[in-house]
């Protein structure tokens, strides 16, 4: 009853943030406690709807074949001599896109709760929940959109949220310039999106997800391979930008300038997953076209390695996170592009657990240490803080993949997958990656939370807003990922694409996997725990030398932007700018200063005498009679071609 | 012959019966409780409205096509009910100061019965009786304030240019009825396709334009317009703005499309010609404007440019997109007007300059402003541009070169809308005290504002009540 | 004799239209424009009259047009004079030409 409700009424969840955004904004910004009360309280709602809707979904298999799809028109244009536009807005459930209702629901619920504490004293607190609720019901509209224009809507959206996150502490420069950056970052790819987006109206005739489905299938009727090619290429520089992959990832590390919650919401959990999340809603397309898949798969796996090496080096504890989450989107979008996406989403549903779990738990690091941000400054956090250590070991044994954690799982899954599709050079770039992240991470970890203390620390546990949020997700981070166990893949049988996949038990990729990761756990124990110096790490580091400067800054990455920005696009720009004010602001001004003119001049008409307005009306009906008796059907209306 | 059935008047004697109810009680209420009629007339109108409503669907013809009751009628009737309400909610304050509260609401009333007369009219006489109770009423509210100058003088050329080009439009109505033999819209229409086109015809069709040009303040006709405009009182100004030129085009729509169809390819180049004139010369006269109300009566000029254009192809589309746009532009002219009646009630100026920081004085009243302009603008997603959208997407094919003049002319008018929102947002006000609006300018201004956006964001729902309107004019 | 038709009157009344509107646009007398639009009214009553007579003499359309025209008129010209007075009042003249504070 109350499932079926929630199934049919699935738009409830991103209208309740979004109404309280619209409260917080206009009545209950003066009151930040009551405003917290009403942010969280709607997402709260938001989740036990999206928990029933989910629900609903995974204990009917029949939307797996067909989803639920309800949809209302939005607009509808037509042109005379153009066929119709129709554009609707509307809601499609199916396995996948109730796992992301639920899961961006649930984690967003308890990152609500955690600011309460975290956020605590902030003058912009009330400001700070409403535009986490606004994120919240961009995400969500995103998640169920049937329709693909209305997803680029709330991918629009979720980029302004992002950007007004970013950028929440704007009395800091650097939060303002990565605000801008991530902004301009993600709106160069969106442009790319947009692009692709039009080509398949122009071409398909429609955006809905279903239909689009239908007709990609038999394409040749449509249009050619080439354009088909060049629809994928472009709609995937959309999930690039906003999915942080090579070469548009710059943003993604700057944008930890947020406060933690939301890095821990937007960049780690929920919306840097949307460009994963819609190549997977539009795999029909990349399937269609091999080359695009391989693409997306080379991108992902190479970025999957490239952030990984880049982590290695980084010191704040928030860029480390940062780099690592880059890293795991390679990883998703690796499985995509091996054509599974099944493995994908199960990598981005722990993910998502494990991820905002580590970011919540940093965040309750930094709170603690007043915002020192560099885990070389840390050590022994343990005993002051240990929920916050305890929890964010489960976070670390996660993501380095030692079953049976949740990361485990999905990455051997994403392994497999690549394996048995035959790309064995991606599955080693994979596999290295896997011992580089187990690695790095537990780099962190050690430094942090382990080794001695630091005197001049005074960490002290978070108050319980922060850490209920933690064990729960922490608990998330053990047990999300048994739902897809080789032996028993639930999974599987509900989100796939074109047929489940069941392969036999790979014990020999599974064994690789833990050995790598217990591997790169034992070698970041030698180097950072036993010796307590520190002696072997540094040496290592002035051996590699150059390598280490080099991952260091990142591969020189954001420098070689720079240059191209100094270089190129400045020096055209000055040539354009030459060109824009003298002729182009030439010709705006001449138009601008012949209006105006003109303006001056027929104002002379309006003398304020009656008996002139009277005169220039009796003129007026002599004009139209004379225009009418020669614009008969014959004559002037031919010239100007208005009569047919 | 059917008998006749008073019920198919019901909403016309209603709001007859409101208006001499509010007329009446303002001789015996006492002074101090005056300001209760506003709210009779308010909540009056409002409850007329939810009758309309009932309405709907209730398509006949009265007196062998002397009334016309059909989606198209009554969709005006609620148009012009809803912009008396909320002119009436905005202005209440400014009554109040101004005095004479049961004069004033009740020639508001009066004016909408007449609109209401006028989109019903089925024959010659009706129309112009409709369109005279209209005019005489504003006439009267125009020299509102008989004290000030510029209220009479406004007055004053209103009455004697509105008594010249009634008097055009019945002299083209009588050489009508001289041709044909009747009076009767529908039977005219008949006649004229059987007979030979004569300039005695073209000639009527002239002065038909002219008479309704005049109301519709087509260039250039319209030279009556800023003036009146400037001098009125400003919620005069708005409810003249919108509700007087909807009724206009309601009528101009009827006596044209349904009325000279057949000798449509006489007229619709002069409509075109008429349209674009408008257009350019309204926009282009804004710009040097300091005054807000003389800068709204320009842009009002050019709107109707713009609404002009949906008569051109006398198709069912167009008809549409002058309802469509009839109703946003409702909105967005409230939404302003209102901005400028508070704004003079406080402050007593009108001059543009005075509005110096308003944004700091009141986010609301200058937010309201915005997005009034940038709608009337066309800038998406307000509700003008899809307006916009609608009568210029008629037009496309055959008239490609009125749809540039219009995008032109939309951008140049951009140029004078910004310079308000920037006096208003940039500069700093001279006098930095904040202003408090009461809730009934509140809740105008808000209603005005979100409906603005909600039709810009989702015209759909609106979309097709106008289609199902349109979709009745010619089922007579 | 001649025998008067349709078209003596028609040219009647457009004689008188067009001398109310020379009025109109060259008296700077308020009330006696006013007076000239009541001509104008008058060449339209004309109008109306004639062709009742002479298009449709079997039903009185035209006349009963024309009586609403003329009290209409009249109650314009109630409103108008009333105006005229008020400005009076204001500016002490009705010489059309003072008025002309709106304008631009």
Redesign the interface.
Known sequence: MLVEFALYHAWLVPLLPALAFGVIVFLTRPWPKLSAIVAVGSMAVACFFATLAAYGVFTNHEFVEKPLVYA??????????MPEVQIDVGVQLDPTSAMMLFMVSFIATFIFLYSIGYMEGDPGFSVFFSYLSLFGASMLLLVISSNLLQMFVAWGLVGLCSYLLIGFYSHKISAREAAKKAFVTCRVADFGLLLGLLALQIVFGTLNLTELSEKIAHFEEYTTFGMLTLIAVLVFIGPIGKSGQFPLHVWLPDAMEGPTPVSALIHAATMVVAGVYLVGRTLFLFHEVPSAMQLVAVTGGFTALFAATIAITQREIKRILAYSTVSQLGYMMLALGVGSLTASMFHLWTHAFFKALMFLGAGSVLHALHHKADVWEMGGLYKKMPITTWTFVIGGLAIAGIPPFAGFWSKDEILVATLSEGHYVLFAVGAFTAFLTAFYMWRMIFLAFFGEEKPENHPHESPWTMTVPLVVLAVGALGAGWVGTPWHNVWAEWIFFGHPHHGPVNYGAMLLSIVLAAAGIYLAYMLYLKDAKKKRARRLAEWFGPVYRMLYNKYYIDELYLWFNHALVDGTARLMYLFDIYVVDGIVNGI?GF??L???G??V?????????????????L???V???F???SA??LV????? | MMPFDPSALTLEMLVAALGLGVLILGLIVPHGSRHGLGWLSFFGLLGIMGVALSMWGDNRELLSGMYLLDNYALFWKITFMLSAALVILGCMRYVDSMGGQAEYYSMIIFATLGMMVMASAGDFITLYLGLELMTIAFIILVCFRKMEAKSVEAGMKYILLAGMSSAVLLYGLSLLYGLTGSVIILEVSRIIALQPVTPALVLAVVMLVAGLGFKISAVPFHMWTPDVYEGAPTPVTSFLAMGSKAASFAILLRLFIAGLPGIWENWTMVVAILAAVTIIFGNLVAIPQTNVKRLLAYSSIAQAGYILVGLVTATEAGIKGVMFYAFLYVFATVGAFTVATYFYHVTGSDELKDYAGLSQRSPLMAAVMLVAMLSMAGIPPLAGFVGKFYLFKTIVDGYLWLVFIGLIMSMVSVYYYLRVALVMYRDEPADPTPIKLPSPVAVTLIVAMVVTLVIGIYPGPLSEVVNEAAHTFFMH | MLAISLTHYVVLSALLFSIGLFGVLTKRNAVAVLICIELMLNAVNINLVAFSKYVTPTDFIGQIFSIFVITVAAAEVGVGLAIIIAIYRNRLSVNLDDFDWLKW
């Open positions: 209302t028109r939005w607009f509808s244009l037509g042109l005379p001599g601008g209006a105006k003109s303006g001056d027929l104002r008409f309006q003398s304020g005498r009656l008996q002139n307005y009277a005169l220039i009306f009796f003129l007026g009906v004009a139209v009679a225009l009418m008796a614009t008969g059907p002037a209306s100007l071609g208005g009569v047919k």
